[in-house]
């Protein structure tokens, strides 16, 4: 069946550190892709999303690139900041009935 | 439009007692799905519903869970004889068919502690 794995975290960085969260999956057809952030104390917010090959979503200085020959979608931003401390989950788009897929999230804690 | 509002936001409640759950989709949003987040681990797709039709429901819906959207607006999720495995955060996300990439907006989850 359709999965999605994350690297594990946390991941522990100094403010304007580069940053990358590895995403993959595999999935039957060609699903859209999706980053979903999550604060202390808050609801999941879509971060930024593609629907094909080959197509970039942008966001709050983060990127990633839906990557069919790798199965890949890995998160990255130039230089983090404390405010970017947060859990981020990768998830794909059952295509037909649109149900989400999440991995099992990483936790990101930026230190000053 | 103030999104998707879910109500309780939180519910303790003893094993064996049965609790229900209210989600509010944003408006025009014909697609409205269930999820369930345990500690440390991302959301798990339960069930969701095109207007009032339920066209899916996940293995990890036991037939202690039933959901309805009566009407095609709000949405209800019950357990009935609650156990502790239940514990976890429920999120109710919704959708619109007309988006075409079926992006979901989440409300903000209903954490239920079952002692």
């Known amino acids: 069946g359709d999965s999605v794995t994350q690297m594990e975290g946390p991941v522990t960085l100094s403010e304007e550190a580069f940053l990358t969260i590895n995403c993959t999956y595999t999935?039957?057809?060609?699903?859209?892709l999706f980053w979903y952030v999550q604060y202390p104390g808050e609801g999941l917010q879509l971060l930024l999303k593609?629907?094909?090959?080959?197509d970039k979503g942008s966001n709050k200085g983060f990127e990633a690139t839906y990557r069919k020959e790798t199965t890949s979608f890995h998160l990255e931003k130039g230089s983090v900041q404390v405010s970017d401390s947060a859990v981020y989950f990768c998830?794909?788009?059952?295509?037909?009935?649109?149900?989400?897929?999440f991995g099992t999230g990483t936790r990101l804690k930026v230190l000053a | 439009d103030t999104g998707v509002s879910q109500d309780p936001r939180h519910k303790i409640t003893k094993r064996g007692q049965n609790v229900t759950f209210r989600c509010d989709p944003i408006?025009?949003?014909?697609?409205l799905y269930w999820y369930r987040q345990t500690l440390g681990q991302g959301p798990e797709f339960l069930t969701y519903?095109?207007?009032?039709?339920?066209?899916?429901k996940s293995r990890l819906l036991s037939d202690r869970f039933s959901a309805e959207r009566p009407k095609g607006s709000f949405s209800t999720l019950e357990i009935q004889r609650t156990e502790q495995g239940d514990s976890a955060m429920y999120l109710c996300?919704?959708?619109?068919?007309?988006?075409?990439?079926?992006?979901?907006?989440f409300g903000p989850g209903t954490r239920l502690t079952v002692l």
């Open positions: 996300a919704s959708s619109s068919l007309a988006g075409g990439l079926g992006e979901q907006f």
């Open positions: 519903f095109q207007n009032e039709a339920q066209l899916e």
């Open positions: 998830a794909l788009s059952v295509r037909g009935t649109y149900k989400y897929i």
């Open positions: 999935a039957t057809g060609y699903p859209s």
């Open positions: 593609a629907t094909k090959a080959d």
């Open positions: 408006s025009e949003h014909n697609r």
